[in-house]
């Protein structure tokens, strides 16, 4: 049999590819699978093998040109596409010491100076040769020959732990596959390294790649799909809606809206969201009947405590349910992972709510596989703070919406009445049926065959 090696850098790997079909397709395809695992956490092995990432450094060098190839991509793109969005990608950086202030003088200085396509290939090239001959390169390139690897397969195309290993299967002619993991990656210049195949969710995200990556080879472009969606036609573990709401002592004779909540950096303020649903949702209540209530499902990766005062306050109308993730020591996304039993804890959240509410996330399209319609946040919680709502949905992914209007969106905090009344009256099929052309749109379809055609194209990639 062939070997495939899998490299799981995050949590989200996980969920994606070893909580899913994609080990069923392995044997039928004449693969095992060789999982590389560099998180702090088991991984069940599914019929494969485990191997740890090796415990060495990545070369500093290759960190730093990753920034300046990342932040000159940033900027390159807001001249070529002539659209300031571009800037809102980058995350400010505060170095801490001598040492930290030194490097990100380097680093602003090289940035001024690459202001070309062909600039940002060269600091790319220089990239790849300070990750060759590194002690991290020669403890991967031995686990590639020592295990007979046929291609290798990244789970997402943003990790700096990539790199090396791309370099590594490169120098011994292994064929690299790279997963593009989510819709917005592309134009936040998180394609941080070369790959010989890339997977991408759709004809859009086909053509975002060739727009963004001109270089690329089109040749090498395989759309099949995300797997980010591929469970939620499987409706064999939904449970009835009685036994799902007395699970969490939530009463039969209500309709309830589920927020989902937003990482810290995406919507700081995000607490604030849920304080106006709740308020309004009681005023509905007083004008219509006792009608709604709200569940809150906090983002598996937000850490703080910021929503704990107002779900206190709010405690007769909304239940928090957590999403089944657990952490382990270190920061970021790698020490933080879901369980297999999260995917349906979600699939139930959604089928059995009248309406998600959320700022900007895919979760308005997780919901329309359940029917379920969403709306968006998109009003300024509070005055007076650099953070705006207003860049949010600028932000280059949105476009995929252009003439569809898949979600109610709250412009003011009163328009919540008007969307409460939608919801309980009925009043969404407009809503519901461009949220199905959006999915169709942003992901290729069927959903549930994504892995079948990924294994297809590995098929082919490593056909001698």
């Known amino acids: 049999m062939k070997r495939l090696l899998l490299y799981i850098s995050d949590g989200v790997g996980c969920r994606n590819f070893i909580y899913s079909t ?127 690897i046929d291609a290798v397969m990244f789970t997402n195309q943003r990790s700096v732990s990539n790199i090396t290993l791309m370099v590594a299967a490169e120098s011994l002619k292994i064929p690299t596959i790279t997963n593009i993991f989510s819709w917005d990656n592309l134009p936040k210049g998180s394609k941080i390294h070369k790959s010989d195949y890339y997977f991408v969710w759709s004809q859009y995200m086909f053509d975002e790649l060739l727009r963004y990556y001109p270089h690329v080879d089109k040749s090498t472009i395989r759309i099949t799909g995300t797997p980010q969606f591929a469970g939620y036609t499987d409706k064999s573990d939904i449970v009835p809606r009685a036994e799902f709401l007395k699970r969490y002592n939530l009463g039969e004779a209500f309709r309830y809206v589920a927020f989902t909540g937003d990482d810290f950096t995406s919507s700081p303020h995000d607490e604030i969201y849920l304080e106006d649903l709740c308020k309004q949702v009681r005023i509905y209540n007083e004008q219509h009947g006792d009608t709604f209530r709200v569940i809150f499902r906090k983002c598996p990766v937000d850490m703080t405590n910021r929503y704990d005062g107002v ?76 953070w705006r709502i207003d860049k949010n949905y600028q932000k280059i992914h949105f476009q995929t919406q252009a003439g569809l209007n898949p979600v109610f969106w709250i412009a003011k905090v009163p328009e919540y009445q008007a969307v409460l009344h939608a919801i309980k009256t009925g009043n969404t099929e407009k809503v519901l049926h461009d949220a199905h052309l959006w999915a169709q749109r942003v992901m290729m379809h069927p959903v549930d065959k994504v892995h079948e055609r990924m294994w297809g194209e590995i098929k082919n990639i490593t056909r001698a």
């Open 22 to 148: 994609f080990f069923d397709y392995a044997a039928q395809n004449g693969f095992e699978i060789v999982i590389l695992k560099n998180v702090p956490f088991d991984i069940d092995a599914r019929g494969g093998r485990v191997i740890d990432f090796p415990n060495l450094p990545i070369p500093a060098k290759v960190d730093i040109l990753k920034g300046i190839k990342t932040e000159s991509e940033l900027n390159l793109f807001t001249a070529k596409f002539k659209n300031p969005i571009y800037q809102v990608y980058k995350f400010p950086y505060k170095p801490k010491g001598l040492k930290n202030k030194i490097k990100l003088f380097y680093k602003s200085r090289y940035v001024r100076r690459t202001t070309t396509h062909e600039q940002i290939l060269k600091v790319e090239e220089k990239m790849y040769r300070a990750a060759t001959g590194s002690a991290l390169y020669h403890s991967l390139a031995h686990i590639l020959t020592t295990e007979k």
């Open 311 to 386: 779900l206190q306050a709010q405690a007769d109308i909304a239940t928090s349910i957590a999403p089944l993730w657990k952490s382990e020591k270190g920061s970021g996304w790698q020490s933080v992972y879901p369980l297999k039993e999260d995917a349906t804890l979600l699939k139930n959240l959604l089928a059995h709510c009248d309406m998600v509410s959320n700022l900007g996330s895919t979760v308005a399209i997780d919901a329309s596989f359940f029917d379920t319609p969403a709306c968006y946040v998109n009003y300024q919680p509070i005055e007076g703070v650099k």
